[in-house]
């Protein structure tokens, strides 16, 4: 009797301990890779919001189901090799029952690493790409069913760029755009689908530019533009911080100062107030989410509730940086680190609750979540089923310089000139 009662007992261990939804005997492990050194300069704060988002969901958040993740950080320094290779690293020291979930940067290191993520690893990976070609109608979970994209594809971005020059567009004729792009994948992909948007519209290309990072001078690209009489640029395939873009939009204020410069999300930022000063006034951008910071950052908008969020985390538990010169530059970096921590927390806990905690059952979570984001888009929900967050909006820069104890400082905050679209349910 009593060796009946053991071996029961250890048969109902042994199931307990190998469901795919308990997994006792492993941790959880998540990877993610940011850019938080590289060419465009040293982005720190991005590592600061994803740290804060997941010490809180470990310490205070309970953790899944009251077990802790272990997650580990890794400075891809912009390079899609040293992604690449961080991936292989982890992947060749935790096994499949283990690390669980990662997160990767930028378009350039998806497509090496389609094989071993969707068909080796078949693990769920979320990405700060938001590349038509692979979460687009041509890719998308068909076809890639691990990646999940944070924002609305470029593609998309570039049509509601497109769609709003067509209303703003006061002159006679057609609208004329110059289309500005880094030599890179990122700046490459969209740009078929905006071309062909752009016929549609009746939207005239007069010029197609591919500009450098490494500029130190945008002289001869301006003047292409003045030439083709643009009275558009949809500036694509770059981040409002860089050098670069500095040197971009000072040169053409002086050579065509009545050319309205617009441009995909990473222009929607508070660091290009800063180096490009007045220049910005007037930039419109595409916008995934929501702007998060402004100059003073006391003039930040905190009506929308995941906004507010974000800076209640950066003042409790980055006090010091959040209020002080040289601390949290910008709270949208600090944002895009929380995003991923959010975003990882939503997704086990979803396949917590679904009785999966595995790879498959996160993958199953992630792609049946229909969610507002803690509020991000003022209260309209999207659905992840095509693993694209496809929410965008467009804004408006306000820039102005202002004497401060003897010295002219930039001040700068963005307003809404559309309201939310969901990509996927627009009659474009």
């Known amino acids: 009797m009593k060796m009946r009662s053991c071996l029961a007992l250890v048969l109902t261990l042994a199931l307990f301990l190998f469901t795919p939804g308990t997994l006792l005997a492993k941790d959880i492990v998540v990877?993610?890779?940011?850019?938080?050194?590289?060419?465009?300069?040293?982005?720190?704060?991005?590592?600061?919001?994803?740290?804060?988002?997941?010490?809180?969901?470990?310490?205070?958040?309970?953790?899944?189901?009251g077990r802790k993740v272990k997650w580990f950080m890794e400075d891809m320094r912009y390079s899609p090799t040293v992604e690449v290779a961080n991936f292989?690293?982890?992947?060749?020291?935790?096994?499949?029952?283990?690390?669980?979930?990662?997160?990767?940067?930028?378009?350039?290191?998806?497509?090496p690493l389609i094989k071993k993520v969707n068909v080796e690893q078949k693990i769920p990976w979320v990405d700060g790409s938001f590349s038509s070609e692979v979460f687009g109608k041509t890719g998308g979970p068909g076809k890639y069913p691990y990646y999940?994209?944070?924002?609305?594809?470029?593609?998309?971005?570039?049509?509601?760029?497109?769609?709003?020059?067509?209303?703003?567009?006061?002159?006679?004729?057609?609208?004329?755009?110059?289309?500005?792009?880094?030599?890179?994948?990122?700046?490459?992909?969209g740009l078929p689908e905006g071309l062909a948007y752009a016929k549609q519209k009746g939207v005239e290309v007069v010029?197609?530019?591919?500009?450098?990072?490494?500029?130190?001078?945008?002289?001869?690209?301006?003047?292409?533009?003045?030439?083709?009489?643009?009275?558009y640029v949809i500036y694509h395939g770059y981040t409002g911080w860089q050098a670069a873009t500095a040197i971009f939009?000072?040169?053409?204020?002086?050579?065509?100062?009545?050319?309205?410069?617009?441009?995909?999300?990473?222009l929607l930022a508070r660091l290009p107030f800063m180096l490009c000063k007045e220049a910005y006034d007037g930039v419109v951008s595409a916008g995934c989410w929501p702007p998060f910071d402004a100059i003073p950052r006391s003039a930040a908008s905190l009506d929308n509730s995941m906004v507010k969020r974000v800076h209640d985390f950066a003042k409790k538990y980055r006090s010091e940086a959040y209020?002080?010169?040289?601390?949290?530059?910008?709270?949208s970096s600090y944002f895009v680190g929380a995003v991923y921590g959010f975003v990882i927390q939503k997704a086990l806990l979803e396949a917590e609750k679904a009785g999966?905690?595995?790879?498959?059952?996160?993958?199953?979570?992630?792609?049946r979540l229909v969610w507002d984001f803690h509020g991000m888009f003022d209260g309209k929900t999207f659905s992840y089923a095509s693993h694209t967050v496809p929410m965008v909006r467009l804004y408006e820069a306000h820039v102005k310089i202002v004497k401060v104890g003897g010295k002219e400082v930039p001040t700068g905050k963005w307003?809404?000139?559309?309201?939310?679209?969901?990509?996927?349910?627009?009659?474009?």
Request: positive net charge; contains cysteine.
């Open 356 to 367: 999966d905690v595995s790879r498959e059952g996160i993958n199953r979570a992630l792609s």
């Open 323 to 331: 209020g002080k010169k040289g601390g949290i530059r910008d709270m």
């Open 415 to 428: 307003t809404p000139v559309s309201e939310w679209i969901n990509t996927e349910e627009t009659a474009w």
């Open 31 to 65: 990877l993610a890779q940011f850019p938080l050194s590289g060419p465009h300069g040293s982005l720190d704060e991005l590592g600061w919001g994803f740290t804060d988002v997941m010490n809180w969901f470990n310490e205070e958040a309970g953790g899944v189901g």
């Open 207 to 231: 010029a197609r530019i591919e500009y450098p990072y490494t500029a130190t001078d945008a002289t001869s690209e301006c003047m292409k533009i003045r030439k083709a009489k643009a009275g």
């Open 249 to 266: 939009l000072k040169t053409l204020r002086k050579i065509a100062p009545k050319v309205r410069f617009t441009g995909t999300h990473y």
């Open 88 to 111: 292989h690293k982890y992947c060749s020291e935790y096994g499949p029952d283990e690390l669980l979930m990662a997160t990767g940067y930028i378009t350039g290191a998806l497509k």
């Open 148 to 189: 999940y994209s944070l924002g609305a594809t470029y593609g998309d971005q570039i049509k509601a760029l497109l769609r709003w020059i067509k209303e703003d567009h006061r002159g006679k004729g057609a609208p004329r755009v110059a289309f500005v792009h880094s030599p890179t994948a990122y700046g490459r992909d």
